[in-house]
């Protein structure tokens, strides 16, 4: 029996991966939670063999508690699961922590799969597997982000303020904003709704800004 963590802020998300698991058998829900602070503070988190953790948590951001969860239990297998489009979140998740990456676009026998061998698959596999997959042409302005400056981006993109992400990653907010100017360097841009449009233009964002 597997025993599996779930992490994700929208309860039908969660409902339906407890069913899904349920239905094919062998795995147990162990415990769930809808914000970043909830998997952080959780001790159900000492019970499960993987836990699945959706990027885009309310109170502390999936790319952070994946850190932070790293720092502290490197043994941990944690499987991603996020609507982000894997090409542009995959290689950075591995390389903050994460196992494995499943789109929320694919079918949920992926997730089975991906969670099933993450309990299973030594991390040194699963991880070089991700890492070797084949780069993209040509390097995008994206990609000379840090990995902090990254979860900037990504929070910011979503609407969230410099208060808002300083409170999420536990720094000051002058912190935040040298990572938003360097941000704004790296991608040519000179306010959030120019990095909106950019995240439109590079693949992160669903629906174009009006």
Not at 195 to 207: I, T
């Amino acid at each position: 029996m597997i025993r599996v963590f779930i992490a994700d802020d929208h309860a039908m998300v969660r409902m339906g991966m407890r069913q899904v698991l349920r239905e094919i058998g062998g795995f147990e829900v162990v415990g769930e939670a809808s914000n970043g602070r909830e998997v952080l503070s959780s001790p159900l988190l000492d019970a499960c063999d993987v836990l699945v953790l959706d990027l885009s948590m309310p109170r502390v951001e999936g790319t952070e508690v994946l850190r932070r969860l790293h720092a502290r239990r490197p043994e941990l297998p944690i499987v991603v699961h996020s609507m982000y489009p894997e090409e542009q979140f995959a290689k950075r998740s591995v390389a903050a922590g994460a196992v494995a990456y499943v789109s929320k676009d694919s079918a949920p026998q992926a997730l089975v799969d991906a969670v099933r061998r993450a309990a299973t698959t030594p991390r040194y596999e699963l991880m070089r597997e991700v890492q070797e997959q084949p780069a993209r042409e040509g390097e995008a302005k994206h990609d000379q982000l840090t990995q902090r400056e990254h979860q900037v981006f990504v929070r910011l993109i979503a609407g969230a303020s410099v208060a808002e992400i300083a409170a999420e990653l536990d720094v000051h907010s002058c912190t935040v904003s040298n990572h938003y100017a360097k941000i704004r360097t790296k991608l040519g841009v000179h306010s959030v709704a120019e990095l909106v449009r950019y995240a439109y233009a590079a693949g992160f964002l669903l629906h174009e800004p009006r």
